[in-house]
């Protein structure tokens, strides 16, 4: 669906508003600190942004990947982070929408709105990142249930989520995708908190590594029913596939917040009697970066645009997520380059985007496998003949 | 209980402003937005109709051009309807022509509280909330800080130099309010894709029964004679430490009797 402009102006507007005075003024203290930030959080859910995706018969708002990406755009621009409270959650919805039986859908999405029950992501193995199909979690029928048994890493929001879209093998060694309830907190019957990752950046939310002991499940939750069997997987990429103009959208948001910073930075600090803008090295420096950022921030909205009208959208949407990610990185280094002493200290925001940048690079498929991605896309659309 | 908030639609205060030297006055043609002046009465009406339980809010608002910008955001952060006077007879009017039309649009309803900002953000003259009280023959309270309501009256709390005055006032009647009277909200998305399909009522000044001569150029009882560009701000003396600057700061501030 594609919402009106004006709408969705206005809705983009009203979150940079915020973010502006409520989000970077504060983002910096809270990520330093490692601290949840409840209370933008709550701003969050106020506004809608959980359900913002959601279809409208289920209470959401049903708003389109193009007005998405903007409003990551605008999260990431003041905290990565923000984003990231909001990722998982929405591949989990739309993992949902998509796949989940009819009963599935009404039991979760109308509860998924309002922020209040939020979703973790969960393919990630110790053993598996980029090579998915490695992953050894097990989940083993018994009666009209499952025994969950394995160690997951890298759950983003797990421990606040409510529910855990988890992919799991199953003796007939395929992948299937589980909705897995649980209550917030470090354990929750068989399944245990076992380490929060300590990281570079993405801080004030957890990432944490996760245990499953006999942890049973109803065969009902089976993402799709008895069809979903052995689905998982493809599920999962699929809706990654969209993850990706999400991630891309990002890299644009913290991108777009170091440039503004090197910018405002040249234009103050003098050296040899002029700003340092006025030497064309750092001038320079600042062309390239406003090129990269415009550049991502199209192939951004193009690959949203192709998706919200139906086309395909699939290698777009990874070649966005190659080129914004690495782009950002570039950028918040150029900008911390830009600031010279003070980019290297914590009284300036650009130490936060250059150790928040890399992870776009990361999470998500890497760019070696988004390379991957796009030529395998490539092959498929311009075939020997 | 029914309370109409006065909206003010300004030009963006994030745009540098101009003025038209023909008319001498602000150029109101680019879009207008809601003064946030007028956020604070917009979110207080919307907090005493909800602990009353029952009521609306409604937006009288005069603006140039059909403007409906700044009343779609008040209307999304929860406001009902919209009264919205908007009439080429009215350019040019001056703040008491402004009260008159309000006034008009006002007393077409008949609420139990009328909220308005202290002073707008563009204009600030503070002079239009008193003066659509006397016309509507209602009693007023300025400067309010804090606002109950509790039977037939208002409690308020009204700001002054060195603390507050606790003021009673029965209902109905006009309360101005201040900034930080309450923290606005933020409209929600589903607040502003309601907000498109809320009734704004938009009127003329034949429609308020008012005499087209009373206000706009015609009807101004002031005269703007010139205007000038506000002189750049002088530089301040800066003071370099030579070991006595605690010495020459005290000095400057006593100057200034500010000790
Ligand atoms: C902060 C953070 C949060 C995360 N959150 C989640 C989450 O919520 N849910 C979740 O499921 N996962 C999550 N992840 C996991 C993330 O998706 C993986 O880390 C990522 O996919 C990379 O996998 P890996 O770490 O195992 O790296 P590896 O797969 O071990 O890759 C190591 C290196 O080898 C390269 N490489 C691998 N295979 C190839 C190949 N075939 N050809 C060329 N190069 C190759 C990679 O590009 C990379 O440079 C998160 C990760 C981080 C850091
Ligand atoms: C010479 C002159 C020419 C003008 N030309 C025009 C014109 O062409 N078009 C035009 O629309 N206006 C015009 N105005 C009106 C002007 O912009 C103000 O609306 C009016 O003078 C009120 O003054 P103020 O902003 O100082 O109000 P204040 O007394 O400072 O306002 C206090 C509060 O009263 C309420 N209020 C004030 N004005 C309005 C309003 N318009 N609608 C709703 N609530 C309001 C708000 O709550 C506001 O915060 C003109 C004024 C002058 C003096």
């Known amino acids: 669906m594609t919402a009106d402009q004006d709408l969705s102006d206005e809705i983009v507007a009203t979150v940079r508003q915020w973010v502006e005075r409520d989000v970077i003024p504060n983002a910096s203290e809270f990520e330093h600190a490692d601290e949840f930030p409840e209370a933008m959080f709550e701003q969050m859910c106020e506004f809608g942004l959980f359900g913002a995706t959601i279809g409208i018969e289920y209470g959401g708002l049903g708003l389109d990947i193009t007005t998405y990406a903007r409003l990551i755009e605008e999260l990431a621009r003041g905290w990565m982070s923000l984003a990231g409270i909001l990722n998982t959650h929405k591949i989990g919805a739309t993992m949902i929408e998509r796949y989940g039986t009819d009963e599935q859908?009404?039991?979760?999405?109308?509860?998924?709105?309002?922020?209040?029950?939020?979703?973790?992501?969960?393919?990630?193995?110790?053993?598996?990142?980029?090579d998915t199909r490695a992953l050894r979690c097990k989940a083993v029928p018994d009666g009209d249930e499952y025994i969950i048994n394995g160690t997951k890493m890298w759950v983003t929001n797990g421990v606040r989520a409510k529910l855990v879209m988890l992919l799991a093998r199953t003796p007939d060694d395929r992948i299937t995708c589980f909705l897995v309830e649980?209550?917030?907190?470090?354990?929750?019957?068989?399944?245990?908190?076992?380490?929060?990752?300590?990281?570079?950046?993405?801080?004030?939310?957890?990432?944490?590594?996760?245990?499953?002991?006999?942890?049973?499940?109803?065969?009902?939750?089976?993402?799709?029913?008895?069809?979903?069997?052995?689905?998982?997987?493809?599920?999962?990429?699929?809706?990654?596939?969209?993850?990706?103009?999400?991630?891309?959208?990002?890299?644009?948001?913290?991108g777009q917040a170091a440039f503004e910073a090197a910018m405002r930075y040249a234009q103050e600090r003098e050296?040899?009697?002029?700003?340092?803008?006025?030497?064309?090295?750092?001038?320079?420096?600042?062309?390239e970066m406003a090129t990269k950022l415009q550049a991502a921030r199209l192939m951004t909205y193009d690959a949203a645009r192709r998706y919200d009208s139906g086309e395909r959208a699939d290698m777009e949407a990874g070649m966005a997520k190659l080129f914004a990610s690495?782009?950002?990185?570039?950028?918040?280094?150029?900008?911390?380059?830009?600031?010279?002493?003070?980019?290297?200290?914590?009284?300036?925001?650009?130490?936060?985007?250059?150790?928040?940048?890399?992870?776009?690079?990361?999470?998500?498929?890497?760019?070696?496998?988004?390379?991957?991605?796009?030529?395998?896309?490539?092959?498929?659309?311009?075939?020997?003949? | 209980m029914n309370v109409v908030v006065c909206v003010k639609q300004i030009p963006d205060p994030a745009d540098p402003g101009e003025l038209d030297p023909e008319t001498k006055t602000l150029k109101r043609d680019s879009k207008l937005i809601l003064d946030e002046s007028d956020s604070y009465g917009v979110e207080m009406a919307l907090q005493l109709v909800d602990a009353a339980g029952e009521g609306e809010v409604t937006l009288v608002s005069m603006?140039?051009?059909?403007?409906?910008?700044?009343?779609?955001?008040a209307l999304a952060m929860g406001a009902a309807s919209a009264v919205l006077v908007s009439d080429e007879a009215l350019a040019g009017t001056d703040a008491l022509g402004t009260a008159k039309v309000l006034a008009a649009a006002i007393g077409r309803t008949s609420p139990d509280l009328v909220l308005a900002a202290t002073e707008s953000s563009d204009g600030y003259t503070g002079t239009v909330p008193a003066?659509?009280?006397?016309?509507?023959?209602?009693?007023?309270?300025?400067?309010?800080?804090?606002?109950?309501?509790?039977?037939?009256?208002?409690?308020?709390?009204?700001?002054?130099?060195?603390?507050?005055?606790?003021?009673?006032?029965p209902m109905p009647c006009l309360v101005s309010v201040t900034a930080g009277v309450v923290e606005p909200r933020y409209p929600s998305f589903k607040g502003i894709m309601a907000a498109k399909s809320k009734p704004v009522d938009e009127v003329t000044v034949a429609d308020l029964g008012i005499d087209a001569g009373s206000v706009g150029w015609a009807g101004g009882?002031?005269?703007i004679v010139g205007i000038e560009p506000a002189p750049a701000r002088e530089s301040g003396e800066v003071i370099e430490?030579?070991?006595?600057?605690?010495?020459?700061?005290?000095?400057?501030?006593?100057?200034?009797?500010?000790l």
Do not use: W
Not at chain 1, 217 to 237: H, K, R, T
Not at chain 1, 271 to 285: D, L, R, S, V, Y
């Open chain 2, 221 to 223: 009882g002031q005269e």
């Open chain 2, 241 to 258: 430490d030579e070991g006595d600057a605690h010495e020459r700061i005290v000095a400057f501030l006593d100057e200034l009797k500010v």
């Open chain 1, 182 to 254: 649980k209550e917030p907190g470090p354990s929750h019957g068989g399944i245990s908190v076992s380490r929060t990752i300590p990281k570079l950046g993405y801080k004030g939310v957890e990432t944490v590594e996760m245990s499953y002991v006999d942890h049973r499940v109803p065969a009902a939750a089976v993402l799709g029913g008895d069809e979903g069997l052995g689905q998982g997987l493809g599920y999962a990429l699929s809706a990654l596939e969209l993850g990706r103009i999400n991630i891309a959208a990002r890299a644009v948001g913290v």
């Open chain 1, 105 to 130: 859908r009404q039991r979760y999405l109308p509860q998924m709105v309002d922020g209040s029950f939020r979703a973790a992501f969960s393919l990630s193995e110790p053993d598996a990142g980029s």
């Open chain 1, 326 to 385: 690495e782009a950002a990185f570039e950028i918040a280094t150029d900008a911390m380059r830009i600031h010279g002493g003070n980019g290297y200290t914590q009284e300036y925001p650009v130490e936060r985007y250059f150790r928040d940048t890399p992870l776009m690079i990361i999470g998500e498929g890497t760019s070696e496998i988004q390379k991957m991605v796009i030529a395998r896309k490539l092959l498929e659309r311009y075939p020997a003949t």
């Open chain 2, 63 to 73: 603006a140039p051009n059909n403007e409906v910008g700044g009343l779609r955001t």
């Open chain 1, 271 to 287: 050296t040899f009697g002029q700003p340092i803008i006025g030497h064309q090295a750092i001038a320079f420096k600042l062309s």
């Open chain 2, 131 to 169: 003066q659509v009280a006397e016309l509507l023959g209602l009693p007023s309270v300025t400067f309010a800080k804090e606002i109950a309501v509790d039977g037939g009256g208002v409690h308020v709390k009204r700001q002054t130099e060195d603390g507050y005055d606790s003021v009673e006032c």
